[in-house]
């Protein structure tokens, strides 16, 4: 049973910054791309950023110069750093991936469990 698990959410003043962890486990044979979505009270799931085997980046334009999403491919791990927060950054974070189970051929996306990120003062 593949399973990604965040980790790293929590309280934050607006101005300030986190980072999120996500930690792929399981019968893994290879991870395409991996990255962050989140979900505000009310709101429709929304792409975060996003970011490909090799390396290459996508980013909401909401989040673009404060977000950077970043992985360890050898670890099977994605990050979010983020910085200058702002109040309307505040969601649930979920970690997403495609990923390619052993034994098996083509890739499933897999979802985390989702972190709580909530900007106040």
């Known amino acids: 049973q593949v399973q990604l698990v965040e980790s790293g959410g929590g309280l934050v003043q607006p101005g300030g910054s986190l980072r999120l962890s996500c930690a792929a486990a399981?019968?893994?044979?290879?991870?395409?791309?991996m990255g962050w979505y989140r979900q505000a009270p009310g709101k429709e799931r929304e792409l975060v950023a996003t970011?490909?085997?090799?390396?290459?980046?996508n980013y909401a334009d909401s989040v673009k110069g404060r977000f950077t999403v970043s992985r360890d491919n050898a670890k099977n791990m994605v990050y979010l750093q983020m910085n200058s927060l702002k109040p309307e950054d505040t969601a649930v974070y979920y970690c997403?991936?495609?990923?390619?189970?052993?034994?098996?051929?083509?890739?499933?996306?897999?979802w985390g469990q989702g972190t709580l990120v909530t900007v106040s003062s």
């Open positions: 399981g019968p893994i044979s290879n991870i395409n791309a």
């Open positions: 970011v490909t085997s090799p390396g290459s980046t």
């Open positions: 997403n991936a495609a990923v390619r189970v052993l034994g098996t051929f083509g890739y499933r996306e897999r």
